[in-house]
């Protein structure tokens, strides 16, 4: 059957995975995964049209987000599950081709009649779902950069939904872009294409920055513990803070601390989540060392999203799936039904029989620094600029990894000069947010906004500087860009930042595997991305604006 991934930054040899994943993955999980994008590209063809007519398109809206949130990296490693969601989307394009079938013309990719027939083995298709399908490398590059653009969007699509956000536009834009990766574009029109997934990816983080702060308020600078106390103890990972909420209710006045971790830790910043005694710090980092804080922390975790690890013996009776989430063995826990809540009743028990977690640091970790804060903040801001306080900030935001060149990202934030701010999002945090870096008149050195999905709140904070120091060009602001990518979600962050107006954009530990060397040059010559390199000469670089 064979496999070929390239979706992540720690791809094999940084060309492609082809026996099994670094991440943990089986050729078979990668291949039905391949099998449920090619499901969402045929079911792509139909909801166009049934769009078009002014039908009702918000089922496959939905269906389609969370379809395409599955595939994401380190989200579901689980077999059935992902066949599952396989055969619902059958099911559901089947109905739209009994309605809509006679009113497709022209040559398409033919994921828009494959209808399996009842017990046939759907990875018989494997080979028509790789993405070695398409043989040229530049359309194959330029299909692949939409679709991963379009995951992390359909990811943070999903997070609005569950909070009662949502736009059809949205759906229809995920519609017309995978519809497109099965026909015969020109090159021109592919860039095109890419270029909207960036503009898309903005309007959808928008979206789930006004659900977030609808639901828990604005974030307000927020000192967390790292420590641990005497009570047992629940640990929840991943983004998802609609789960977070409901297991905070269900678990008030039982004698159960809750702790955040990974992606989780900016839930702490939320002031709704403020009113929850039992919500009493962070435990470890970053989600690639889940197998060692896993296993000392002694109570039940909680998997609300993407970040899961191949999981060991040690704990594998004490972590729980929930959502998109999925491992072989593990119990997942289902979805709400309509106006309910998840029960979280079997990690509440586990809790009660559980030991205290094991500490493994001490000390204290500050954020909350989204765009409403840190605009709370700006006269001070400015006038740090303007007084020459602060010479430059550096956006040093994305995702964390186990690749040991990324200690690159705890270097530059231990070398950059101390009239430097960094500003932060998403887990590649965890290289220097304890680091004891100090402030700028009050003003701390590193600015944490949030998950990957506040990096819409680093976007905003420069928009709003631009109009405050009168620049006609965003890029004439004193602000660099040294980014961490890992997998999907990053892409359409830097996609949003492209579409925006960014340029210089420093992007590693590696570039792209799925960057033919033709796109490598057009986002140079276009956007002026470029590789990290070394630290002392990307600083130097960076502070001289280059």
């Not at 998403?426 to 506040?454: F, H, M, S, T, W």
Request: hydrophobic share 40%.
């Amino acid at each position: 059957m064979g496999m070929f991934c390239f979706q992540c930054q720690e791809t094999a040899k940084n060309e492609g995975c082809k026996v099994s994943g670094v991440c943990g993955k089986k050729e078979s999980t990668a291949n039905l995964q391949d099998l449920l994008i090619y499901t969402t590209k045929g079911l792509s063809i139909y909801a166009q049209i049934a769009a078009e007519k002014g039908d009702d398109i918000t089922d496959i809206g939905r269906y389609i987000a969370h379809a395409l949130f599955v595939t994401v990296t380190n989200t579901n490693f689980d077999d059935p599950a992902i066949e599952a969601v396989i055969r619902e989307g059958l099911e559901m394009k089947r109905g739209l081709a009994t309605k809509y079938g006679g009113e497709i013309t022209g040559t398409l990719h033919d994921s828009a009649t494959w209808d399996p027939a009842p017990g046939e083995d759907l990875l018989d298709r494997s080979k028509e779902a790789s993405v070695l399908a398409t043989e040229n490398e530049d359309a194959r590059s330029l299909r692949e950069l939409t679709i991963y653009g379009l995951k992390g969007l359909a990811a943070y699509s999903h997070h609005a939904l569950v909070l009662g956000h949502e736009n059809d536009e949205i759906y229809k834009f995920i519609f017309k872009a995978l519809a497109s990766t099965t026909k015969e574009l020109s090159l021109d029109e592919m860039v095109g294409m890419v270029m909207e997934t960036g503009k898309v990816a903005v309007d959808t983080m928008a979206l789930l920055d006004k659900a977030n702060t609808t639901a828990y308020g604005s974030p307000e600078i927020t000192k967390v513990d790292i420590g641990t106390g005497s009570k047992p103890g629940i640990l929840v990972s991943g983004h998802d803070l609609k789960d977070f909420e409901e297991l905070l209710r269900q678990t008030e006045g039982k004698g159960i601390d809750i702790y955040t971790h990974g992606e989780m830790l900016p839930a702490h910043y939320y002031p709704e989540f403020k009113k929850y005694d039992h919500l009493v710090g962070n435990y470890g980092g970053s989600w690639w060392k889940q197998a060692s804080e896993f296993e000392s922390f002694n109570g039940p975790i909680l998997m609300t999203t993407n970040c899961i690890i191949t999981v060991k013996d040690s704990y594998r009776d004490r972590i729980f799936t929930t959502g998109a989430a999925g491992y072989p063995g593990l119990t997942h826990i289902a979805d709400r039904a309509e106006g309910g809540e998840k029960d979280f009743s079997a990690l509440i028990e586990l809790a009660l029989k559980s030991e205290a977690p094991t500490e493994i640091e001490t000390g204290s970790i500050t954020g909350g620094f989204a765009h409403a804060q840190v605009m709370a903040l700006a006269d001070k801001v400015v006038d740090a600029v303007k007084s020459g306080a602060i010479k430059r900030f550096v956006v040093m935001a994305g995702c964390d990894g186990r690749q040991k060149g990324r200690s690159y990202f705890t270097d530059v934030a231990e070398t950059l000069p101390s009239d430097t701010i960094i500003l932060t999002a998403g887990c590649a945090k965890y290289r220097y947010n304890k680091l004891e870096l100090g402030d700028i008149g009050g003003i701390p050195r590193v600015l944490d906004a949030g998950q990957c999905n506040d990096s819409y709140s680093l976007a905003v904070i420069a928009l709003k500087l631009k109009e405050v120091f009168g620049f006609e060009d965003i890029n004439e602001l004193p602000i660099s860009f040294d980014i961490a990518w890992y997998e999907q979600k990053a892409v359409t962050v830097l996609l949003a930042l492209l579409y925006l107006g960014f340029k210089g954009i420093r992007l590693g530990p590696t570039l792209p595997a799925f960057l033919s060397p033709a796109v490598v040059k057009v986002l140079v010559e276009n956007f002026d991305i470029k590789p990290i390199g070394d630290v002392e000469g990307d600083i130097a670089a960076m502070m001289a604006g280059n």
